[in-house]
């Protein structure tokens, strides 16, 4: 058994414990326990197999815990600050989410990686999902502390559902999109070229696309199956209910979106590994 797979099947045994005992004896200590081992897991668990993927003597596993930890922090610091200051709720609020965010990312990436002299494609890859993986975990911390708070108290259900989505839509998310961006920082030798620019603003428009995903789901729903009086109290600023038939066309366009975002997150980052892979075929010759 490799050892990503081990760490994922101990880790989630533990979890799952945590969380049954947590239940049973209602001990509000263990609380954050459950927080960290579902919100770690998953990006540990894929930093790992990544690391196993392409190792590389120039990638140690102290600079993996810098890029994971000390990237990850700062990401989420810089994001947070950025966003306080310059999101309003807008129409484009998903566009500068996926800028900022994306941003900061590639920012604690090139400052975790400032003293690297050698830079190859793949070390950009595994260093730049490291971040990401270290950002999501984080983030996925902070989204089931605040979902363990409900009107009628503690919810430890509503935790790990929201620990259990996040960790399975976590390997199509933030670690994806700053591996590819990543692998063309450092395919250009950690300048800010033009086509590293041009993949940041890729990898912005696939994370704004994804967090946008549900207003645009709701909309073409209302486009398609719309009623008269729906749009009537949507002009009056009320909120039309809504039929069984819309609720699953939303739900079915909803994952379609994700799914297409995915699917086109994974063959951009397959084509950087490809090209990766070919350097590295050159540089051993």
């Not at 984080?138 to 935790?159: K, M, P």
């Not at 692998?183 to 994370?207: D, I, Q």
């Not at 789901?217 to 729906?230: N, S, Y």
């Amino acid at each position: 058994m490799t050892l990503w797979l081990r760490i994922f099947l101990v880790g989630l045994t533990l979890w799952a414990a945590t969380v049954v005992v947590t239940a049973w004896t209602e001990n509000s200590n263990l609380v954050p326990t459950v927080v960290l081992f579902g919100s770690f897991l998953v990006p540990v668990t894929f930093v790992v197999w990544a690391y196993g993927r392409g190792p590389s003597p120039r990638i140690t596993i102290e600079m993996m815990f810098q890029a994971f930890v000390v990237g990850g922090v700062l990401g989420v610091l810089g994001a947070s600050l950025l966003e306080s200051w310059l999101i309003r709720p807008s129409i484009l609020m998903y566009v500068l989410v996926g800028l900022i965010e994306e941003g900061v990312k590639l920012a604690a990436l090139m400052f975790v990686t400032r003293r690297m002299t050698t830079r190859t494609t793949m070390d950009g890859v595994i260093l730049g999902a490291t971040v990401g993986f270290g950002f999501a975990a984080f983030e996925s911390a902070g989204y089931a502390f605040n979902a363990l708070f409900t009107s009628e108290g503690l919810s430890l259900a509503q935790l790990v559902e929201t620990e259990v989505l996040r960790g399975i839509l976590t390997p199509v998310g933030h670690g994806l999109w700053t591996a590819i961006a990543g692998g063309a920082l450092f395919a250009a030798r950690g300048r800010l070229t033009v086509p590293v620019v041009l993949t940041y603003l890729g990898v912005a428009s696939l994370h704004a696309l994804w967090d946008s995903m549900t207003a645009i789901a709701i909309a073409i729903t209302l486009v398609l199956t719309g009623r008269p009086w729906q749009f009537e109290l949507l002009r009056i600023g009320r909120v039309p209910q809504v039929t069984a038939w819309q609720v699953h066309m939303f739900t079915v366009l909803n994952w379609a979106g994700l799914i297409t975002i995915s699917l086109v997150a994974l063959v951009w980052l397959w084509t950087v590994v490809r090209s990766g892979r070919h350097e590295r075929e050159i540089l051993s010759q």
